[in-house]
């Protein structure tokens, strides 16, 4: 292949999002909000097009003191429907570019399939799997038949856990959905929400959302970012359509649960959930009955997948197995007819590797001395 990449004119911008985030294997993390929220953090935002039309978002981030620094290309390349070898070849002219344009590495956390051979296609490359950026490398998915209705959903469902979702709703559970394309219409087992005028309703419950999460994260012992952060990007994300938040309330509207999820390539990513401990024992199976009613969502949308999201963690990469701590959550998702699905995972090409490691050096005693800081801060004293 013999492309060279260039920056976007600004009406490729325009339209980027239907060629990297609604095309087959797309993801959010390649569009232009994900592209805006990085840059509030202090990333450079780098829009690269192919002249096929093809395109990759990168996130550069330089070094001040001794130049260079590294481009990360967030679930990017995306497969666009291509095969493994092209979407490696398009690795590696990005790769040629940010070499021209003096960066010292290049990290890639595309979703491809392991079963692509596209791991070995890299090294060849010289790319090697380095840690993920994310929470997990590999996802737990449930394949969704084209046309399929509710009760071809359902078959694969475990029946305790249908057991369960049914008797949320008898309790008279209801699921309330903060979509920016539902405008008027809406499905059968879904709310619109009340209150006011749909965004205004969204950033409230974007609020209520992150309490979830705070809690939920001093239970499991993982930290959240900043609410405001938080709420900006999940509120760029809801306007361009690409995410979702369905809240699980009870008959008496009391909040009992809630998830956000995305919608990218031809997919529903289940991306965060959190629920209220307080109220599981009164109203059992309000995580449950969300996770079908996110089902029934991608299925009516026409999407091939619901993506459960992964149960893997750092140091423990392989399939869960009974008695370890993540087998419980991948029973759970099992119990919807999930499957595993072992992902390429991520992958770094150092293009200088002296400043690469001087770089990571400084970085590494710039955190060290920002953690003794801390600690001497903290002490006490007058």
């Given at each position: 292949m013999n492309e060279p990449l260039r920056e976007a004119r600004p009406d490729e911008i325009a339209g980027w999002d239907a060629r990297t985030v609604d095309v087959p294997g797309g993801d959010v993390q390649q569009s232009r909000a994900w592209a805006a929220h990085r840059a509030r953090s202090g990333?450079?935002?780098?829009?690269?097009?192919?002249?096929?039309?093809?395109?990759?978002?990168?996130?550069?981030?330089?070094?001040?003191?001794?130049?260079?620094?590294r481009l990360y290309l967030p679930r990017g390349p995306v497969a666009a429907g291509e095969p493994a070898t092209r979407t490696a070849e398009r690795l590696a002219a990005v790769a040629a570019w940010a070499r021209a344009a003096g960066l010292d590495a290049v990290l890639s956390d595309a979703e491809i399939p392991a079963a692509t051979g596209y791991a070995a296609l890299l090294a060849e490359l010289g790319f090697r799997p380095v840690?993920?950026?994310?929470?997990?490398?590999?996802?737990?998915?449930?394949?969704?038949?084209a046309g399929a209705d509710d009760a071809a959903l359902l078959e694969p469902i475990a029946k305790a856990t249908r057991q369960r979702f049914g008797s949320a709703e008898r309790r008279g559970a209801r699921v309330v959905r903060y979509d920016a394309l539902a405008g008027s219409r809406t499905l059968p087992g879904f709310e619109a929400p009340s209150g006011g005028a749909a965004g205004a309703a969204a950033r409230a419950a974007f609020a209520r959302f992150h309490g979830l999460l705070v809690a939920t994260g001093e239970r499991r012992g993982f930290a959240i970012g900043p609410l405001e952060a938080a709420v900006a990007w999940w509120t760029a994300a809801f306007e361009a359509g690409h995410l979702v938040l369905l809240e699980v309330r009870s008959r008496e509207d009391d909040l009992l649960a809630a998830a956000i999820l995305y919608r990218h390539g031809r997919r529903l990513s289940y991306a965060h959930s959190g629920d209220r401990v307080e109220l599981r024992h009164a109203h059992p199976g309000a995580i449950h009955l969300l996770l079908w009613r996110a089902l029934q969502l991608a299925a009516r949308e026409g999407r091939a997948e619901l993506d459960l999201g992964g149960v893997d963690?750092?140091?423990?990469r392989d399939e869960p197995r009974p008695g370890e701590p993540m087998w419980g959550l991948y029973e759970f998702k099992r119990s919807f007819g999930g499957r595993w699905v072992e992902m390429s995972g991520a992958h770094e090409a150092v293009l200088r590797p002296v400043r690469h490691l001087l770089g990571a050096a400084l970085a590494g005693a710039a955190r060290c001395a920002g953690r003794g800081r801390a600690r001497s801060g903290g002490s006490g004293g007058g």
């Open positions: 990333a450079r935002p780098r829009h690269l097009v192919f002249p096929s039309g093809f395109a990759v978002l990168g996130l550069e981030r330089r070094r001040p003191l001794i130049g260079g620094g840690e993920e950026v994310g929470p997990s490398r590999h996802r737990v998915a449930v394949p969704i038949p963690v750092a140091g423990a």
